[in-house]
Nanobody, 131 residues
Framework: QVQLVESGGGLVQAGGSLRLSCAAS????????MAWFRQGPGKEREFVCA????????YYARFVKGRFTISRDNAKSTVYLQLNSLKPEDTAVYYC????????????????????????WGQGTQVTVSS
């Protein structure tokens, strides 16, 4: 099992930036595909981005449009989400999630965008963007 703890959320003005972190413990971090999801007020949870175990491959939701960047440091057992050019509609609780890389290929045809594909979740960190 792996435990995930997010941090770095906060209140920021539109156009600003934040860097979210998700620290993992309890299991070899490099064994996991990692992703970020978010859930805005009154909205369903949605996929934001994902990164392969090595960091060599990434996927992003279309709404990201080059504003967000996912990265990971396996030596620090941490995955990051750099949020730039934030908009009020980016207001949400951001969650990191993971699944063992052996369970399925790192490919959008294999449930990468589906929350049900992920076995472990953090508690979330709130991002609020003011206009």
């Amino acid at each position: 099992q792996v435990q995930l703890v997010e941090s770095g959320g906060g209140l920021v003005q539109a156009g600003g930036s934040l860097r979210l972190s998700c620290a993992a413990s309890g299991s070899p971090f490099s064994s996991y595909t990692m992703a970020w999801f978010r859930q805005g007020p009154g909205k369903e949870r949605e996929f934001v981005c994902a990164i392969s175990w090595s960091g060599g491959s990434t996927y992003y939701a279309r709404f990201v449009k080059g504003r967000f960047t996912i990265s990971r440091d396996n030596a620090k057992s941490t995955v990051y989400l750099q949020l730039n050019s934030l908009k009020p509609e980016d207001t949400a609780v951001y969650y990191c999630a993971s699944y063992l890389k052996y369970r399925r290929p790192f490919n959008s045809d294999y449930g990468l965008y589906e929350g049900s594909s992920y076995d472990y979740w953090g508690q979330g960190t709130q991002v609020t963007v003011s206009s």
